[in-house]
DNA sequence: ATGTAAATTTACTAATCGGTATACTTTCGA
DNA sequence: TCGAAAGTATACCGATTAGTAAATTTACAT
C-alpha cells in the first residue's frame, strides 16, 4: 500500500476539525479541507465517502481526545471543589480570549445543524455533553459534595451560557460571572446537603 | 408605485426570519427566501441590495419586536422575583418544545458567524442581548432584589446555557434546572444582600 | 523484475450559489 | 391620456459546490 493510510486519515481528520471548529460546516469546503490536509479533493473522498461522513468522524474523533483531555484537567485540580470551579471557568476565560475563538466545536456543529435532529453529528455531540457531565458530576461526588448531579448540571449550564454570551459579547466578564454563580451554589448545597460540609474537606467520600 | 414597497418590505423581511432562524443563514438561499415571500429573486436585490444586508434588516426588526414581547411578558409576571423566574424558565421549556425549535434566532445567527468579528449581524445580536439583560436586571430591581445586575447576568447566564443543551438534547429538564439553581442563587442574594429580603415582599425599591 | 491492490491524481460533472442586465408592468401626477 | 418613476419579472452570469470517472503512482509480496 502507497502512503500510511491511517496517517494520512488522521491529518485529514487534524485539518478538517480546524475548519469545521473555527468556520462550522456549511461554509467550509472540502477543496479547502483538502487543500489544508494537503492532497486532492478525490483523495479525501477515498477516505471518507461524504461530508457528513467527515464531520461524523471529525467528532467521533475528537470526543475521544476531549475526554481524555478533561481526565487530566480534573486530576490536575485535585484540592478543593471551589477550586475545581475557579480552574474550569478560568480556562474557559482563557480559551475564549484566543484570538479567533469561535466556541466549542460540538455546540457550534449542534446549533448550525438544529435543524437536521437526525444528522448523526448531533448525536455524537449528544452523548459528548453527556459524557462531560456526568464525569463532572463523579467528580463532584468524589469530592464528597452532596447532590453531585444535580450541581453538575446547574455548573454545566452556566459554562454553556458562558460560553455563548462570550461569542456574542467577547467579554470574558461572563466567565468570571459563571464562577461566581457557580461557587454561591456550591455553598447553597453545603449548607443544605444532608452530607455535610464536604466542599472545603481534602477527604474522599 | 405600483404596489405597496413597505408592504412588500415587509413580507421580506418575515419570510426572511422565518427562514434564517429556522435554517441558520449560510444554507438558506436568496432564492428561498424570495420563493417563500412570493416574489422574484431580483424583486427581492430590489428591496436589499445583499444576503448581508437583507440579514441585517432581518436582524434589526426582529430586535424591536422582541423588546415589546419582553416588556409584555415582563408586566405580565409583576408578583414575586421567584414568579417571574419560573415564568421565564417555563416559558422557555414551552418555546423549546415546540416541534421545529431551533434556538433564539440571534444566538444561533452569532454562533454560525463566529468567525466574522465584523458582520453587523453580530453587533445588532449583540446589542439585542445586552438590552434584554439590562431589562431584566431592572425588572429584578424594581421588585427589591439587591445586586440586580449581578443576578440578572447570573441568570441569564443559566438561560443561554439552556437553550444551548436543550438544543444538544432535546430535553427540557434543562430548563427545570435552571429554573431551580435561578431560584437558589436569588434566595442566596436575599439572604447576603444589604437590602434584605425583597424577593416574597410586594412593594417595589 | 513484476504483478497487484492500495492510494492518489487530473479532469470533469450537474447543480446551486449570490448577484445582475434588461425589459416589462403598474400606478400616480399632470 | 400619457409620461415617468417605482416596482416586478425573465433570463442570464461567473464562481463555487459536493461528488465522480478514469487513469496513474506507490509499496510490498512473490
Redesign the pocket.
Known sequence: ?????????KRILEAAYVQFRRRGY?????????SAA??????????F??????LTAVLEAQHHLAIAAFQTFGDRLAGSVEAMIDGLFSELAVWADKPRWAGSGFTRLVIELADLPGHPARLIARRHKSTLEGQFADRLAKAGVGGARELAREIWLLSEGAISLMLVHGDRAYAEAAARAAKRLLNGKIASAPGGRAGRSRRGP
Open positions: 500500500m502507497p502512503r500510511d493510510a491511517n496517517k494520512t486519515r456549511s461554509r467550509v469546503s472540502m477543496d479547502e479541507i483538502a494537503r492532497l486532492t479533493k478525490r483523495s479525501l473522498y477515498y477516505h465517502v461524504s461530508k457528513d461522513a467527515l
